[in-house]
């Protein structure tokens, strides 16, 4: 399953949820049950083995707890980046179920911070949409500019700081027809 596309893998509700709670950090099996409860066990394990064997995840610790081994996960060597080459791969219909799998998870996450207890967390909350008018050679600039300010902060250091997620989507807007050249 190694050499599968990571889409294929990763765009499943179940898995792309459990990458997403991997992201920069370390969790037992245990920590990734309390943070997906709606996820019985055996579906859990099932799509962390696949997520394994495809080298999206990784096993970075093992240790016996009451008769049983229990596994710390992280994000594998092949990481779970959906690129442009396994995007330009999918069909129209696969590319919209990918971004409707997307969407459920970031509206999981979403339920999840509103239904909690800390109010305070309120104050990260941010959400909007932003036009940019750039050509393609901006973008990737705009785009590793972000990845550069943003790998500092990528990794749980362990101190006090609050885990956010910083969701993305570019969407590029079809050009408009002039209605009066019809």
Known sequence: MANTPIADVVLHPVR????????????TTAQLRAALPNVTQATLYRHVAALIDAEIV????????????ERTLALGDR??????????????????NAFLTFLGALGDSFDKFVDGEDRTLRNYLGFGTT???????????????LAELLAP??????????????TTAVIPTPPTTDPDEN
């Not at 990481?79 to 919209?96: I, Y």
């Not at 940019?132 to 500019?145: C, E, F, M, N, S």
């Open 16 to 27: 792309l949820r459990i990458v997403q709670q991997l992201g920069g950090r370390h969790l």
């Open 58 to 69: 990784t096993v970075v610790d093992e240790r016996r707890v009451r008769g049983t081994i």
């Open 79 to 96: 990481m779970a980046h959906v690129g442009h080459d396994d995007l330009e791969a999918m069909s129209d219909a696969e590319l919209r």
């Open 131 to 145: 036009p940019l008018y750039v050509t393609t050679d901006d973008l990737a600039k705009i785009q590793a500019g």
């Open 153 to 166: 902060y990528r990794t749980d250091s362990g101190d006090d700081r609050v885990r956010v997620a910083l």
